[in-house]
């Protein structure tokens, strides 16, 4: 608002890129849209979804908390929603809206480095694992 009133140019806001947290226990965290959304616009048949397991991640086994990631890509493409139940996950959703709004492939994600161990590097292995190179992945 304050751009406009300025005379300046404005860029839409994208509502499904603002990060949301439901802070509980465990908390709820997600950015981009749910797999039946992305279903909806671009074709049942164009849509992959992983779930990553948190019993895969050294430090969620070190805090003794359960839970996954649920990442839902368009087919050959972007990571269009990121989804996550867990301990500390409203921590992770910054690397996630930067996913989301960049338009990242899982590929691009999956050769960054995260520290380990941290809850953050499940993000990472969760790519990993779409991008079809899975390191620690439970079912």
């Known amino acids: 608002m304050a751009e406009r ?7 839409p806001i994208d509502y499904d ?11 709820v965290a997600s950015v981009g849209i749910t797999e039946a959304k992305a279903k909806e616009i671009y074709g049942a048949d164009k849509v992959v ?22 990442l839902v890509q368009v087919k050959d493409g972007a ?11 409203g921590e992770q959703v910054g690397e996630a809206q930067l996913i989301y709004n960049w338009e990242a492939l899982p590929a691009e ?20 694992a779409l991008a079809g190179k899975p390191l620690h992945s439970h079912d």
């Open 5 to 11: 009133l300025a005379g300046l140019k404005t860029v």
């Open 17 to 27: 890129g603002v990060p949301r947290v439901t802070y509980c226990h465990p908390e």
């Open 49 to 70: 979804a992983l779930k990553y397991n948190l019993a895969g991640n050294g430090k969620s086994k070190i805090l003794q908390t359960a839970g996954e990631i649920k």
């Open 79 to 89: 990571v269009v929603g990121v989804h996550m139940v867990g301990d500390r996950m």
């Open 109 to 128: 994600v999956a050769q960054l480095i995260h520290a380990h161990p941290t809850q953050n590097e499940a993000l990472g292995e969760a790519h990993l």
